[in-house]
């Protein structure tokens, strides 16, 4: 398995750059996954690290060797796409098999690499079958499969599972990431989904218009969001914010009440943004609150409650509350946090201030 580097890389089709400057270190066997919303340029990114794409500016190195000139086969990395491109005439042996064939590689060992995949991704029964006698989740097995089967330095993963159905989507999730925990392959994997990336990754590339927002580990991103931006991805049901220009010293005043924050790097009257996650707010009494309103709704979910109160005008707070919090819709509520549960950013640069 190889390391991955990206260096500065861009990417410009003609007058227009949609992929600026990405720095990207990813360790041997590391599990990588590039996050953002759709346009943000993950595609692209991983399409020029497969060499499917011509790469505009900087270095990609790979095993420690620049492999910009390379091509995709050169580079020896598998690719798995969200449409699986398997050949539709042939059965799911020779879609497995068929690559190893072109690279002269002999029947014994061809046989050998094909029946241990199968193995592992319990596709054994279908060998005999074409794809389109498989379900969604089947046929995306043998597309991994196929690149399996190639030993390479490096999976990469587009959006793999968002054609599948939403259990099954959780079903293959688990799937990938016991391969993972077998395999130790250096992965690179695209999602839109950030469930995926938290539960998938080693590290987290958090993308954003052709620029990284942030790096790190899943839960590193989750309590220490480095942008607003970042703060509003990851995380369901997302982060309340609420922006306030009335921030002096060691308190913040929202919408008439006044929060201490001691030791948050307040500045003087500036623009700030705060933040605090659905789970860090609980209810008080009246007079202790951050925040009181009417709740508009009450989902319950069997394993605990949001609440959906309204604050003031057009602003709503998420709150997550026990299963059995005893509250209902146009019940008045008063929500207060832990001072050390709250996130505060620069309005104006989106940049976290503590
Ligand atoms: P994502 O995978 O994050 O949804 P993409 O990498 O597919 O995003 O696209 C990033 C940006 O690059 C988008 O604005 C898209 O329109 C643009 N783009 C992608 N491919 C091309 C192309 N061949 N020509 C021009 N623009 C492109
Ligand atoms: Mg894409």
Redesign the pocket.
Known sequence: MAAIALKRIRKS?GD?Q?IHDIDIDIDSGEFVVLV?P????????LRMIAGLEEISGGDLDIGGARVNALSPAERDIAMVFQDYALYPHMTVEDNMSFGLKMRGTSEAEINKRVANAADILKITDFLHRRPAQLSGGQRQRVAMGRAIVREPAAFLFDEPLSNLDASLRVEMRLEIAKLHNRMKATTVY?THDQVEAMTLADRIVV?NSGVVEQIGKPLDLYHKPASLFVARFIGSPTMNTIETTAARGDAITILGRTIDLPGAPLPEGGAVTFGIRPEDLVRCPVDEAWFSGEVAVAERLGSQTYCYVEIGHTRMLTVELPRDAEISAGERISLRGNARAVHLFDTRTGKRLN
Request: proline share 0%.
């Open positions: 089709y227009l949609v953002g759709s346009g943000c340029g993950k595609s692209t990114l695209v993308m």
